[in-house]
């Protein structure tokens, strides 16, 4: 769906480094999820943000919901190999309270 | 706690074949989902099931059918396959009582129609 654009498409980072990522929505957000996934398996659950200004963190990875931009930001701090997947944002655009769109995701590479 | 589990985790199948994905979750959530993922395409919805006894089209419907007989099951057939319909295919589900809740996913199937 382009209803969700996350940027950059994809992202080469050296270990330690600190990096952000982008998912930006052509409406209204009325939920915002952030999962990774690792090539071949299924997704798993970082965090949900529902208002704007929310901002969430756990272990290195901080994300942020900017309402008025319609867009969130996911940043990882000093990141490591094990930080190395897809990260895919899904959000509620419909206010439907249970489907979400996703987008293509960013596929994020950390070298040793 | 299972979560989810799919079946099968991978199947070839031919052109014409019908197959069924299957999906059961122990959570006892009562919306369930299927998404295909391409390379390129992202995840797109194909079928959603809000509570056991009702269904709806996703963003991908078309050659694909859905039953939620119960709240557990919600399995995904492919009536007469075609090889566009190669992918990998998530089910989810989530407690969707009123608030932004997550969904779970289950580990996936990967199917290849020749």
């Known amino acids: 769906s382009q209803e969700l654009e996350q940027s950059p498409q994809s992202l080469i980072v050296q270990e330690g480094k600190n990096l952000t990522i982008n998912c930006t929505s052509s409406?209204?957000?009325?939920?915002l999820y952030w999962y990774k996934q690792k090539y071949g398996e299924g997704l798993i659950f970082l965090m949900m943000?529902?208002?704007?200004?929310e901002e969430k963190s756990h272990e290195k990875i901080t994300a942020k919901l900017d309402e008025k931009k319609q867009q969130s930001s996911l940043h990882i701090t000093a990141s490591q190999p094990s930080h190395a997947g897809i990260y895919l944002c899904?959000?509620?655009?419909?206010?439907?309270?249970?489907?979400?769109?996703f987008g293509k995701g960013i596929t994020l590479s950390v070298r040793p | 706690t299972a979560g989810i589990t799919q079946a099968p985790t991978s199947q070839i199948l031919a052109a014409g074949r019908s197959m069924t994905l299957r999906c059961t979750q122990d959570?006892?959530?009562?919306?369930m989902y299927w998404y295909r993922q391409d390379l390129g395409l992202g995840l797109r919805l194909i079928h959603y099931?809000?509570?056991?006894?009702?269904?709806g089209k996703g963003e991908v419907p078309d050659g694909y059918s859905v039953s939620r007989a119960n709240t557990d099951d919600f399995p995904l057939t492919l009536a007469s396959a075609v090889p566009s319909q190669t992918s990998v295919y998530f089910c989810?589900?989530?407690?969707?009582?009123?608030?932004?809740?997550?969904?779970?996913f289950g580990p996936g199937t990967r199917l290849t129609v020749l």
């Open positions: 943000l529902q208002k704007g200004g």
């Open positions: 989810a589900s989530s407690d969707v009582t009123g608030g932004f809740v997550e969904q779970f």
């Open positions: 099931s809000n509570t056991a006894g009702t269904t």
């Open positions: 959570m006892r959530h009562n919306a």
């Open positions: 409406k209204t957000l009325y939920g």
């Open positions: 899904g959000a509620d655009i419909e206010g439907a309270n249970s489907k979400l769109t």
